[in-house]
């Protein structure tokens, strides 16, 4: 049954392919560069109809003018694209559905532009293949999305075609890597080109070509909550979580979301939990962007260590200056990757995030009606780490807590949810039902898009308690727990009062009495910060706050 | 309650140590080429007592120059270090322990020098941290166990310290950046010092120092399976996965582990699944190291895209020549990294390996009774992934098999372990207690150190038939599948035979002839290639065995 490998068959059509596009660009360029006034014509020479292209949108930073340049190209050269992008967040990432440059979109995170994509999915013009989380397109690049053409966002590059990246490395190395390592062509725009660039984020090598936008790319201050506007309600739900979470058991290295809910936690950890005597037992390792919020704790020596997915406006000089604490490159600023700090905080001891609501089950969603957002990372970080091995003491209570079949013991990873009872608009954050149930039909979903399944949950603050579900031994019990501090939602006043209370007995829920929070004390007085000029003191003016964020 | 933060307290302790290192390491160093001959005293000056060390020691590629260096420095300079490595697989691993260089550590995988280390833990010289999968351990590195000095091992250096690895890339770049962005010395040995590397695998940039071992960097080619030694039993569990689970959920995309279990699947694709009609719908995508026995699969066209997690000896020309298939440098070599190789299976549709012992409950492990070994990169591959939203067709048709409390609909990774009831030395491989539990009291361990653990399996394979874990609705069910295909062991002979008829009815327990599956094929005439010496055919002489596999 042995047959010879046929011989006639082609094996390099990507790299040939690759070479062509390469040769074909290069009229536009002086070695690797790439003249910005040719950017068009350029894109229609190395771009080929049905390519699979990755847009760099992150979070933060964004390959913008690729992406415009890219919606002004000739539909007839450049049609039917497969865009394979994290975040969609600038009009152009749609324009070029809406102009028939790109057809079929698989991508992590929409918002703003969620309500635009919904109506132009409803007109055929974008065919969706899935919603994912970061760490997951990441996967795929590797898997059976891999870009032909990506373009990524630098600081600067040199001649070469060497990247700087300065401190929003971001997704930067996973999309460079799959493209690079896979034939594709690799195109940079950067702020500025340099003779020698401050440090390499990425080897000239990997790089097909480089370009100086005309302007700086667009970055957004998305972890920049004033404390100004934390409430003392947030202060309690904060009180609650460090003393009934943190401290129970003992969670040193943990990962935040993003949000006033988490701002308030760490605006107390010098005061409340610095009096609990907690410094150097909690919150020593985190997985999370440089967020302002975080500088006090850091400033008191609370959080002794942090790897950042991302950077921050206005936190460079500041991240810079505290190198034993961030990770720092060779040149003296930050390095962040994406990837790293999903994984780090995957495997990390607790997840703590906000989410708009919350079902019976503890499924939460930040799905809106009438909008496309989808997940980001908070599913890779508020997911149970089933391929985790080693034992910490977080993990190893949290497992004796959980209720599980069989004899074999475990561990668990912490799942936080915070929430008030009631949201924006005064409409109550649990339901019977989740909106993610309409949106799955309105948008012909496999699935309703949950954010934080409820078996991966274990913790569920809110304003009036905290339902532990390690400890409910059913189904009911879990609904209780939740009714139990659902507040005066439909949900929370339905509760079996009962049944409440012996779940109560067993702590599975508990009020802030049951855990020692003294709520006279849930002023904003606790915070260590109650402006952005207070953190900005901290910082000992290292601190430089986007101006939007300055009243001062 | 705004304090200021306290200017006294330095913030860069790790900056200047590292500066300092640098300039004692420079003694010994023209540039960043560290002479060979003054390694010893050159490690001396760099390292400092308590310092956390990782060698690199992958799957495959060791820093072993380095390694045998540090059990030769003084242990009054350089003692009591904390070692954080993936892999043990060399003496002067061990011996850093034997003689006090170092004490802690923290790691995950020890193979066969798991008995030597067992001694050491007893004689209380190595204090072990934690065991971890690969993921868990890199994540570990941009948290807690970052770090101070760093070991790695690649091919070809520059002056600048530009590394090329060549297709072992591996685990490197984790390593590097780790260390390398939280002021660490990374130092690498290399085989060659060379004028201009063919292609940047790490920028010299982040690279502190490089030294040209004696001799070329250990590798190991622990990929590869000798077909030869493939049986008719290992034929007919290859032909049971392709229909009942391979046909059955459309798996496109997946990660084999290691074995010959796995090598008769990847063999029997280009006749059987052919025959089957099944090219162009399964096995499209893998996430795997280049294993040889892939060979006549990608040659058929079956297999279209890998990912490698490291190389495999002799594969460097064909991987090379396949570059539509493999991810391959500009310089045209393959480039390997297994971070992305790991998280490309993880959120794959499916995971499939093979075990030492399984008990009643699904939990497996190849945990043996005197040695630590540790999971190595399994759990990571063969857990359930919780952080995945995207859908696809096996993953949704799992999801809907499975039983689940409470209302939501949910997708699932297929995780399947294929054994026959009974292994070496006819010892059963299905018992009532995993050996796990006495390892866990003998090395006193947190938990038991179960590889893939019941409830994220989904299938279980032996000659006997499928257990479809899927389809139990209860424990008990689970058991009475899981005996339902223990064949003649204690635990198989114990079934509750009524029981299991039922699991049939209902498709958790299917034999070959409920599968479609005629016995009588499964002869050796089924593998497309039937020895090395096949396979190199098939490649068309591209594949060029180690000395060790050619016996014509």
């Given at each position: 049954m042995l047959e010879k490998a046929d011989g006639a068959r082609a094996w390099d059509t990507l790299e040939r392919s690759y070479r062509t596009r390469l040769a074909r660009g290069a009229a536009f360029a002086t070695g690797k560069t790439v003249r910005a006034g040719d950017i068009v014509p350029f894109l229609e020479a190395v771009i080929e109809p049905h390519d699979r292209v990755c847009i760099e949108g992150n979070n933060q930073k964004h390959a913008d003018f690729l992406a415009a340049s890219l919606a002004k190209t000739s539909t007839e050269t450049i049609h039917d694209l497969h865009i394979v992008q994290s975040n969609l967040a600038l009009p152009p990432h749609l324009d070029v559905f809406e102009r028939g440059t790109a057809r079929r979109l698989d991508f992590c995170y929409a918002g703003p532009q969620g309500l635009r994509m919904a109506r132009l999915v409803a007109e055929g013009k974008i065919e969706v293949g899935a919603i994912h989380t970061y760490l997951e397109l990441y996967s795929r690049y590797f898997c059976d999305l891999t870009p032909h053409v990506s373009f990524v966002a630098a600081d600067a590059a040199d001649a070469d075609g060497n990247l700087y990246t300065g401190p929003n490395t971001e997704d930067t190395p996973a999309i460079v890597e799959a493209t690079a390592f896979k034939s594709g062509v690799l195109i940079a725009q950067v702020n500025r080109l340099v003779d020698r660039v401050p440090r390499v984020d990425v080897p000239g090598d990997w790089v097909s070509f480089v370009v100086e936008a005309p302007k700086p790319h667009y970055i957004e201050p998305i972890f920049t909550r004033d404390p100004a506007v934390i409430t003392e309600v947030q202060v309690l739900m904060a009180m609650m979580v460090v003393r009934g979470i943190y401290e129970k058991y003992g969670v040193a290295r943990l990962n935040h979301g993003i949000g006033f809910d988490t701002a308030a936690i760490e605006l107390i950890l010098p005061t409340y939990a610095e009096d609990l005597g907690l410094k150097g037992k909690i919150c020593r390792y985190m997985s999370v962007n440089p967020c302002p919020t975080l500088i006090p704790a850091i400033e008191s020596g609370f959080v002794e260590g942090i790897h950042c997915a991302g950077s921050e406006l206005g936190m460079e000089a500041y991240t810079a200056a505290r190198s034993d604490v961030f990770f720092i490159g060779r040149d003296g600023t930050m390095r962040s990757n994406r990837i790293f700090c999903q994984l780090a905080g995957h495997y990390a001891d607790l997840f703590i995030g906000s989410t708009l609501q919350i079902d019976l089950e503890g499924n939460s969603s930040t799905a809106t009606l009438s909008r496309i957002t989808g997940f980001g990372g908070a599913p890779n970080f508020g997911s149970e780490s089933r391929g985790r091995r080693h034992g910490s003491e977080p993990w190893l209570k949290a497992g004796a807590e959980q209720r599980r079949e069989g004899a074999m013991p475990r561990g668990r990873k912490l799942v936080v949810q915070m929430v008030e009872t009631f949201g924006d608009g005064m409409s109550p954050t649990f339901v019977e039902r989740l909106d993610a149930w309409e949106l799955q039909k309105t948008f012909d979903?496999?699935?309703?898009?949950?954010?934080?399944?409820g078996d991966d949950l274990t913790h569920l603050v809110t304003e009036e308690g905290i339902a532990n579900l390690l400890l409910c031994d059913t189904l009911e019990e879990r609904e209780q727990a939740i009714r139990g501090v659902a507040g005066y939602t439909p949900v929370g006043l339905a509760r079996d009062r009962e049944m409440v209370a012996r779940l109560r007995e067993k702590g599975a829920v508990q009020y802030a009495e049951d855990i020692g929070v003294?709520?006279?004390?849930?002023?904003?007085?606790?915070?260590?910060?109650?402006?952005i000029k207070d953190l900005v003191a901290w910082s000992g003016g290292l601190y430089d706050p986007p101006s939007r964020f300055r009243n001062w």
């Open positions: 979903m496999p699935l309703p898009p949950v954010m934080v399944y003294d709520k006279r004390l849930a002023t904003r007085d606790l915070l260590a910060a109650r402006s």
